[in-house]
Protein backbone atom coordinates (compact mmCIF):
# COMPACT_ATOMS: atom_id res chain seq x y z
CA UNK A 1 0.00 0.00 0.00
CA UNK A 2 1.31 3.51 -1.10
CA UNK A 3 0.18 6.84 0.19
CA UNK A 4 0.89 10.41 -0.88
CA UNK A 5 0.53 13.71 1.00
CA UNK A 6 0.25 16.50 -1.18
CA UNK A 7 -0.71 20.19 0.73
CA UNK A 8 -3.15 22.05 -1.27
CA UNK A 9 -2.37 25.90 -1.30
CA UNK A 10 -4.94 27.01 1.83
CA UNK A 11 -2.45 24.88 3.51
CA UNK A 12 0.90 26.00 1.79
CA UNK A 13 -0.22 29.36 3.30
CA UNK A 14 -1.23 28.69 6.53
CA UNK A 15 1.85 26.80 7.49
CA UNK A 16 4.12 29.70 5.41
CA UNK A 17 2.57 32.20 7.82
CA UNK A 18 2.97 30.30 10.62
CA UNK A 19 6.39 29.55 10.15
CA UNK A 20 7.85 32.05 7.77
CA UNK A 21 11.43 31.20 9.09
CA UNK A 22 11.45 28.17 7.31
CA UNK A 23 9.91 29.20 4.01
CA UNK A 24 11.15 32.48 3.68
CA UNK A 25 14.77 32.06 4.42
CA UNK A 26 17.02 34.98 3.77
CA UNK A 27 19.56 35.04 1.23
CA UNK A 28 22.28 34.88 3.65
CA UNK A 29 20.60 31.79 5.46
CA UNK A 30 20.34 30.14 2.48
CA UNK A 31 24.00 30.46 0.62
CA UNK A 32 25.87 31.59 3.74
CA UNK A 33 27.99 28.71 3.78
CA UNK A 34 29.05 28.70 0.05
CA UNK A 35 30.08 32.99 0.79
CA UNK A 36 31.90 32.32 3.82
CA UNK A 37 34.22 29.59 1.74
CA UNK A 38 34.29 31.72 -1.14
CA UNK A 39 35.26 34.32 1.32
CA UNK A 40 37.77 32.42 3.37
CA UNK A 41 39.62 31.58 -0.05
CA UNK A 42 39.78 34.92 -1.74
CA UNK A 43 41.25 35.82 1.70
CA UNK A 44 43.64 32.59 1.81
CA UNK A 45 44.59 33.62 -2.12
CA UNK A 46 45.24 37.13 -1.06
CA UNK A 47 48.13 36.25 1.62
CA UNK A 48 49.91 33.86 -0.47
CA UNK A 49 50.77 36.82 -2.73
CA UNK A 50 50.72 39.58 -0.24
CA UNK A 51 53.36 37.92 2.10
CA UNK A 52 55.15 36.42 -1.27
CA UNK A 53 54.38 32.67 0.33
CA UNK A 54 55.30 31.73 -3.63
CA UNK A 55 59.15 33.14 -3.57
CA UNK A 56 59.68 32.35 0.03
CA UNK A 57 59.17 28.54 -0.48
CA UNK A 58 61.05 28.86 -3.62
CA UNK A 59 64.11 30.77 -2.17
CA UNK A 60 64.14 28.09 1.11
CA UNK A 61 67.50 26.55 1.89
CA UNK A 62 65.68 22.91 2.04
CA UNK A 63 69.38 21.72 1.95
CA UNK A 64 70.40 23.31 5.17
CA UNK A 65 66.89 22.85 6.94
CA UNK A 66 67.18 18.80 6.05
CA UNK A 67 70.20 19.42 7.48
CA UNK A 68 69.53 20.46 10.88
CA UNK A 69 66.33 18.05 10.87
CA UNK A 70 69.36 15.12 10.78
CA UNK A 71 71.29 16.76 13.24
CA UNK A 72 68.28 16.26 15.53
CA UNK A 73 68.98 12.41 15.83
CA UNK A 74 72.04 12.15 14.34
CA UNK A 75 76.07 13.48 14.86
CA UNK A 76 78.19 15.24 13.29
CA UNK A 77 81.88 14.61 13.75
CA UNK A 78 83.81 17.72 12.41
CA UNK A 79 87.75 17.71 12.29
CA UNK A 80 89.84 20.33 9.88
CA UNK A 81 92.38 18.82 8.08
CA UNK A 82 94.47 22.17 7.78
CA UNK A 83 97.85 21.67 5.49
CA UNK A 84 100.47 22.96 7.40
CA UNK A 85 104.71 22.29 6.80
CA UNK A 86 103.76 19.32 3.82
CA UNK A 87 102.00 17.56 6.46
CA UNK A 88 98.06 17.14 7.02
CA UNK A 89 97.38 18.20 10.88
CA UNK A 90 93.49 17.30 12.30
CA UNK A 91 91.74 19.92 14.17
CA UNK A 92 89.16 19.04 16.14
CA UNK A 93 86.01 21.65 16.82
CA UNK A 94 85.26 22.49 20.64
CA UNK A 95 82.74 19.61 21.47
CA UNK A 96 85.53 16.91 21.73
CA UNK A 97 83.83 14.06 20.66
CA UNK A 98 86.91 12.36 21.06
CA UNK A 99 90.22 12.17 23.51
CA UNK A 100 93.20 13.56 21.97
CA UNK A 101 95.25 9.96 21.75
CA UNK A 102 91.54 8.32 20.25
CA UNK A 103 92.13 5.52 18.12
CA UNK A 104 89.50 6.55 14.82
CA UNK A 105 88.16 3.87 12.62
CA UNK A 106 87.04 6.41 9.76
CA UNK A 107 90.13 8.57 9.75
CA UNK A 108 93.63 6.42 9.17
CA UNK A 109 96.89 8.32 8.75
CA UNK A 110 98.74 7.74 5.26
CA UNK A 111 102.40 7.28 4.92
CA UNK A 112 102.93 10.21 3.39
CA UNK A 113 101.70 12.47 5.95
CA UNK A 114 98.08 13.08 4.77
CA UNK A 115 95.17 11.05 5.81
CA UNK A 116 91.89 8.84 4.44
CA UNK A 117 88.69 9.48 5.43
CA UNK A 118 86.22 6.68 4.96
CA UNK A 119 82.59 7.49 4.81
CA UNK A 120 80.93 4.05 4.11
CA UNK A 121 83.61 1.64 3.47
CA UNK A 122 86.73 2.00 0.77
CA UNK A 123 84.32 2.72 -1.78
CA UNK A 124 83.83 6.21 -0.66
CA UNK A 125 86.51 8.14 0.90
CA UNK A 126 88.90 11.00 0.52
CA UNK A 127 92.61 10.64 0.20
CA UNK A 128 93.78 14.08 1.61
CA UNK A 129 97.62 15.29 0.85
CA UNK A 130 98.44 19.10 1.02
CA UNK A 131 98.48 19.25 -2.91
CA UNK A 132 95.65 16.81 -3.76
CA UNK A 133 92.67 15.07 -2.34
CA UNK A 134 91.71 11.86 -4.14
CA UNK A 135 87.74 11.84 -4.18
CA UNK A 136 86.58 8.30 -4.18
CA UNK A 137 82.94 7.54 -5.32
CA UNK A 138 81.32 3.90 -5.54
CA UNK A 139 85.16 3.17 -5.88
CA UNK A 140 86.45 5.27 -8.95
CA UNK A 141 89.09 7.57 -7.71
CA UNK A 142 88.40 11.73 -8.92
CA UNK A 143 91.58 14.15 -8.27
CA UNK A 144 91.18 17.23 -7.18
CA UNK A 145 94.49 19.43 -7.75
CA UNK A 146 95.00 22.59 -5.06
CA UNK A 147 97.01 25.05 -6.54
CA UNK A 148 97.93 28.67 -4.75
CA UNK A 149 94.52 30.02 -5.10
CA UNK A 150 92.08 27.77 -5.64
CA UNK A 151 90.89 23.95 -5.26
CA UNK A 152 89.60 22.62 -8.82
CA UNK A 153 87.31 19.30 -9.54
CA UNK A 154 87.90 17.04 -12.36
CA UNK A 155 85.82 17.91 -15.76
CA UNK A 156 84.55 14.09 -15.36
CA UNK A 157 83.08 14.70 -12.15
CA UNK A 158 80.17 12.94 -10.71
CA UNK A 159 76.85 14.96 -9.00
CA UNK A 160 78.64 13.91 -5.50
CA UNK A 161 81.64 16.44 -6.84
CA UNK A 162 80.86 20.23 -7.22
CA UNK A 163 82.80 23.33 -7.84
CA UNK A 164 81.67 25.95 -5.56
CA UNK A 165 83.86 28.97 -6.61
CA UNK A 166 87.53 28.55 -5.07
CA UNK A 167 86.60 25.76 -3.31
CA UNK A 168 84.78 22.05 -4.06
CA UNK A 169 81.83 20.61 -2.29
CA UNK A 170 81.59 16.66 -1.69
CA UNK A 171 78.65 15.31 -0.63
CA UNK A 172 78.31 11.36 0.32
CA UNK A 173 74.51 11.56 1.34
CA UNK A 174 74.01 10.91 4.94
CA UNK A 175 77.09 9.52 5.49
CA UNK A 176 78.86 13.18 5.59
CA UNK A 177 80.47 15.65 3.09
CA UNK A 178 83.36 17.67 2.73
CA UNK A 179 84.64 20.86 1.58
CA UNK A 180 87.98 21.29 -0.26
CA UNK A 181 90.07 24.23 0.31
CA UNK A 182 93.14 25.64 -0.97
CA UNK A 183 94.32 25.55 3.29
CA UNK A 184 92.21 22.55 4.57
CA UNK A 185 89.64 20.17 3.62
CA UNK A 186 86.53 20.59 6.16
CA UNK A 187 85.13 17.42 6.99
CA UNK A 188 82.12 16.32 8.11
CA UNK A 189 81.13 12.53 9.30
CA UNK A 190 77.98 11.63 10.42
CA UNK A 191 76.45 9.44 12.58
CA UNK A 192 73.28 8.06 14.08
CA UNK A 193 72.46 9.15 17.73
CA UNK A 194 73.91 11.79 19.98
CA UNK A 195 77.43 11.78 20.58
CA UNK A 196 78.82 11.07 24.20
CA UNK A 197 75.28 11.62 25.96
CA UNK A 198 75.90 9.63 29.11
CA UNK A 199 79.51 10.71 29.89
CA UNK A 200 82.38 13.04 28.27
CA UNK A 201 85.67 12.23 26.92
CA UNK A 202 86.77 13.03 30.56
CA UNK A 203 84.97 10.32 32.80
CA UNK A 204 86.49 6.96 33.47
CA UNK A 205 83.10 5.55 31.64
CA UNK A 206 83.81 7.12 28.40
CA UNK A 207 84.07 4.77 25.44
CA UNK A 208 82.63 1.51 27.58
CA UNK A 209 79.98 -0.69 26.21
CA UNK A 210 76.28 -0.96 28.07
CA UNK A 211 77.77 -4.31 29.31
CA UNK A 212 80.56 -2.87 30.75
CA UNK A 213 78.75 0.05 32.44
CA UNK A 214 76.10 -2.55 34.48
CA UNK A 215 79.11 -5.15 35.50
CA UNK A 216 80.47 -1.89 37.15
CA UNK A 217 77.52 -0.97 38.63
CA UNK A 218 76.34 -3.98 40.23
CA UNK A 219 79.91 -5.84 40.99
CA UNK A 220 82.90 -4.54 39.84
CA UNK A 221 85.65 -2.84 41.73
CA UNK A 222 85.59 0.69 42.97
CA UNK A 223 87.14 3.50 40.32
CA UNK A 224 87.29 5.92 43.28
CA UNK A 225 87.28 4.51 46.65
CA UNK A 226 85.64 7.71 47.92
CA UNK A 227 82.26 6.62 46.18
CA UNK A 228 80.42 3.82 44.84
CA UNK A 229 80.68 2.99 41.05
CA UNK A 230 76.89 3.94 40.52
CA UNK A 231 77.26 7.23 42.18
CA UNK A 232 80.34 8.10 40.33
CA UNK A 233 78.60 7.18 37.48
CA UNK A 234 75.60 9.96 38.16
CA UNK A 235 78.29 12.49 38.85
CA UNK A 236 79.68 11.93 35.85
CA UNK A 237 76.18 12.09 33.62
CA UNK A 238 75.54 15.32 35.65
CA UNK A 239 79.00 16.95 34.72
CA UNK A 240 79.02 15.61 31.21
CA UNK A 241 80.46 19.48 29.81
CA UNK A 242 78.85 18.91 26.43
CA UNK A 243 75.21 17.98 27.29
CA UNK A 244 75.63 19.96 30.58
CA UNK A 245 72.84 17.60 32.16
CA UNK A 246 72.84 19.23 35.50
CA UNK A 247 72.35 22.98 33.69
CA UNK A 248 69.79 21.18 31.52
CA UNK A 249 67.77 20.28 34.61
CA UNK A 250 68.25 22.92 36.50
CA UNK A 251 66.62 24.53 34.28
CA UNK A 252 63.52 23.04 33.77
CA UNK A 253 62.70 22.59 37.60
CA UNK A 254 63.27 26.29 36.96
CA UNK A 255 60.52 26.75 34.11
CA UNK A 256 58.43 24.27 36.29
CA UNK A 257 58.53 26.71 39.28
CA UNK A 258 58.01 29.91 37.77
CA UNK A 259 54.89 28.14 36.19
CA UNK A 260 53.60 26.89 39.47
CA UNK A 261 54.37 29.80 41.58
CA UNK A 262 53.10 32.48 38.60
CA UNK A 263 49.83 30.06 38.57
CA UNK A 264 49.60 29.90 41.84
CA UNK A 265 50.15 33.64 42.77
CA UNK A 266 47.35 34.53 40.18
CA UNK A 267 44.86 32.26 41.42
CA UNK A 268 45.35 34.14 45.31
CA UNK A 269 45.04 37.49 43.70
CA UNK A 270 41.95 36.69 41.46
CA UNK A 271 40.07 34.85 43.82
CA UNK A 272 39.07 37.97 46.05
CA UNK A 273 39.02 40.23 43.02
CA UNK A 274 36.53 38.79 40.99
CA UNK A 275 34.05 38.72 43.67
CA UNK A 276 34.04 42.42 43.25
CA UNK A 277 33.83 42.42 39.82
CA UNK A 278 30.64 40.31 39.81
CA UNK A 279 27.87 42.85 39.44
CA UNK A 280 25.63 40.08 41.93
CA UNK A 281 28.11 40.15 44.62
CA UNK A 282 28.94 43.51 44.93
CA UNK A 283 26.29 46.20 44.54
CA UNK A 284 28.65 49.30 43.10
CA UNK A 285 28.68 49.55 39.48
CA UNK A 286 32.26 51.82 39.79
CA UNK A 287 33.94 49.46 41.69
CA UNK A 288 32.28 46.55 39.16
CA UNK A 289 33.44 48.57 36.40
CA UNK A 290 36.91 49.58 37.52
CA UNK A 291 38.15 45.86 38.32
CA UNK A 292 36.69 44.21 35.08
CA UNK A 293 38.99 46.79 33.51
CA UNK A 294 42.04 46.11 35.28
CA UNK A 295 41.42 42.43 34.49
CA UNK A 296 41.27 43.26 30.43
CA UNK A 297 44.20 45.52 30.97
CA UNK A 298 46.24 42.83 32.66
CA UNK A 299 45.36 40.00 30.37
CA UNK A 300 45.26 42.41 27.25
CA UNK A 301 49.56 42.75 27.77
CA UNK A 302 50.73 39.33 26.30
CA UNK A 303 52.98 37.43 28.61
CA UNK A 304 55.50 37.88 26.28
CA UNK A 305 55.42 41.78 26.87
CA UNK A 306 55.42 41.18 30.91
CA UNK A 307 58.38 38.75 30.85
CA UNK A 308 60.23 41.65 28.32
CA UNK A 309 58.92 44.59 30.87
CA UNK A 310 60.49 42.51 33.95
CA UNK A 311 63.25 41.84 32.97
CA UNK A 312 64.47 45.14 31.51
CA UNK A 313 63.38 46.47 35.34
CA UNK A 314 64.45 43.48 37.26
CA UNK A 315 67.45 41.67 35.30
CA UNK A 316 67.26 37.76 33.58
CA UNK A 317 66.26 34.91 36.57
CA UNK A 318 63.11 33.80 37.38
CA UNK A 319 61.27 36.32 39.37
CA UNK A 320 60.49 38.54 36.18
CA UNK A 321 59.18 35.29 34.55
CA UNK A 322 57.05 34.53 37.40
CA UNK A 323 55.93 38.39 37.62
CA UNK A 324 55.06 38.06 34.28
CA UNK A 325 52.55 34.92 34.11
CA UNK A 326 51.19 36.53 37.54
CA UNK A 327 50.07 39.83 36.05
CA UNK A 328 48.98 37.69 32.69
CA UNK A 329 46.67 34.98 34.98
CA UNK A 330 45.34 37.66 37.20
CA UNK A 331 43.54 39.08 34.22
CA UNK A 332 42.63 36.14 32.41
CA UNK A 333 41.63 34.27 35.66
CA UNK A 334 39.49 37.31 37.36
CA UNK A 335 37.47 37.37 34.49
CA UNK A 336 36.58 33.78 34.31
CA UNK A 337 36.12 33.99 37.92
CA UNK A 338 34.10 36.75 37.42
CA UNK A 339 31.57 35.23 34.97
CA UNK A 340 31.13 32.52 36.71
CA UNK A 341 30.09 34.01 40.26
CA UNK A 342 27.71 35.89 37.64
CA UNK A 343 25.81 33.24 36.91
CA UNK A 344 25.40 31.56 40.19
CA UNK A 345 22.08 30.22 41.22
CA UNK A 346 20.73 33.26 44.08
CA UNK A 347 18.65 30.37 45.48
CA UNK A 348 21.45 29.23 47.70
CA UNK A 349 22.58 32.37 48.43
CA UNK A 350 19.25 33.45 49.68
CA UNK A 351 18.97 30.26 51.58
CA UNK A 352 21.90 31.36 53.55
CA UNK A 353 21.40 35.18 54.31
CA UNK A 354 17.87 33.70 55.76
CA UNK A 355 19.37 32.33 58.37
CA UNK A 356 21.03 35.77 59.33
CA UNK A 357 24.49 35.16 57.80
CA UNK A 358 26.82 37.69 57.84
CA UNK A 359 27.94 38.61 54.00
CA UNK A 360 31.55 36.72 54.14
CA UNK A 361 29.40 33.80 55.49
CA UNK A 362 26.81 33.84 52.51
CA UNK A 363 29.85 34.15 49.91
CA UNK A 364 31.48 31.40 51.76
CA UNK A 365 28.59 28.87 52.30
CA UNK A 366 26.31 30.22 48.91
CA UNK A 367 28.37 31.20 46.50
CA UNK A 368 31.57 29.45 46.99
CA UNK A 369 30.75 26.02 46.93
CA UNK A 370 29.20 26.51 43.72
CA UNK A 371 31.84 28.03 41.73
CA UNK A 372 34.44 25.96 43.56
CA UNK A 373 35.33 23.25 40.93
CA UNK A 374 35.38 26.21 38.35
CA UNK A 375 37.90 28.03 39.87
CA UNK A 376 39.87 24.63 40.64
CA UNK A 377 39.37 23.58 37.23
CA UNK A 378 40.43 26.69 35.59
CA UNK A 379 43.54 27.33 37.39
CA UNK A 380 44.86 23.38 36.79
CA UNK A 381 44.26 23.92 33.08
CA UNK A 382 46.49 27.32 33.71
CA UNK A 383 48.75 26.03 35.28
CA UNK A 384 49.74 23.14 32.54
CA UNK A 385 49.55 26.01 29.79
CA UNK A 386 52.07 28.19 31.93
CA UNK A 387 54.47 24.95 31.90
CA UNK A 388 54.44 25.63 28.09
CA UNK A 389 54.57 29.37 28.27
CA UNK A 390 57.12 29.40 30.88
CA UNK A 391 59.70 28.27 28.36
CA UNK A 392 58.91 30.87 25.37
CA UNK A 393 59.28 33.69 28.02
CA UNK A 394 62.44 32.36 29.42
CA UNK A 395 63.50 32.80 26.25
CA UNK A 396 63.55 36.51 26.46
CA UNK A 397 65.93 36.31 29.64
CA UNK A 398 63.02 35.32 32.30
CA UNK A 399 64.88 32.56 32.76
CA UNK A 400 64.55 28.37 32.80
CA UNK A 401 64.93 26.29 30.21
CA UNK A 402 63.60 28.67 27.32
CA UNK A 403 67.31 30.59 27.46
CA UNK A 404 68.76 27.29 27.63
CA UNK A 405 67.35 26.44 24.42
CA UNK A 406 68.05 29.43 22.72
CA UNK A 407 71.23 29.43 23.46
CA UNK A 408 71.59 26.25 21.56
CA UNK A 409 69.59 27.12 18.50
CA UNK A 410 71.87 30.19 18.49
CA UNK A 411 74.83 28.02 18.13
CA UNK A 412 73.68 26.52 14.81
CA UNK A 413 75.66 23.56 16.13
CA UNK A 414 73.87 22.13 19.17
CA UNK A 415 70.59 21.09 16.99
CA UNK A 416 71.21 17.50 18.91
CA UNK A 417 70.84 19.63 22.03
CA UNK A 418 67.84 20.98 21.19
CA UNK A 419 66.47 18.10 20.07
CA UNK A 420 66.97 16.87 23.80
CA UNK A 421 65.66 19.73 25.96
CA UNK A 422 62.62 19.47 23.17
CA UNK A 423 61.65 15.82 24.81
CA UNK A 424 62.40 16.88 28.21
CA UNK A 425 59.64 19.82 27.55
CA UNK A 426 57.08 17.55 25.97
CA UNK A 427 57.93 14.43 28.86
CA UNK A 428 56.55 17.44 31.09
CA UNK A 429 53.99 18.62 29.41
CA UNK A 430 52.61 15.48 28.76
CA UNK A 431 53.63 14.93 32.91
CA UNK A 432 51.55 17.74 33.60
CA UNK A 433 48.58 17.08 31.64
CA UNK A 434 47.80 13.86 33.26
CA UNK A 435 48.09 15.36 36.51
CA UNK A 436 46.07 17.92 36.13
CA UNK A 437 43.29 16.26 34.27
CA UNK A 438 43.46 13.64 37.30
CA UNK A 439 43.13 16.32 39.76
CA UNK A 440 39.87 17.68 37.72
CA UNK A 441 38.45 14.73 37.75
CA UNK A 442 38.82 14.15 41.41
CA UNK A 443 37.58 17.29 42.44
CA UNK A 444 35.08 17.50 39.91
CA UNK A 445 34.09 14.45 39.05
CA UNK A 446 34.24 12.21 35.73
CA UNK A 447 31.85 12.94 32.83
CA UNK A 448 29.28 10.14 32.81
CA UNK A 449 28.42 9.24 29.28
Not at 176 to 200: H, K, M
Not at 366 to 394: D, K
Request: hydrophobic content about 45%.
Amino acid sequence: MSSSFILNTADRERLTAAHPHVFNRSFMQRYGLLVGLLAVTAYLIGCFFFFNVGPAFMQGRWDRASSYIQDWYSWRAQPRLRFEDGKVQPQWSSRGQYPADAKIDWLQPLPDGGYSVFYAGSDNRLDVTPTRVDVYVDGRSYPVVINGDQALAPQNAPEEIRQDGNKVLVHYGFAGQAEIRTSQVYVQRRFLGWANFFFDTHSEFWGKSYGQLAALALWGERLDPARSNIGHMVDDFLDNSVWQHADILSKLMQTLVMAFVGTLFGTLVALPLAFIAARNITANKAANWGMKRLFDFLRSIDMLIWALFFTRSFGPGPIPGIAAIFFTDTGALGKVYAEALENVDDKQREGVKSVGASPIAVNRFGVLPQVLPVFISQSLYFWESNTRSATIIGAVGAGGIGLKLLEAMGTNADWDKVAYMVLLILFVVFLFDHISNSLRSRLIGKTQH
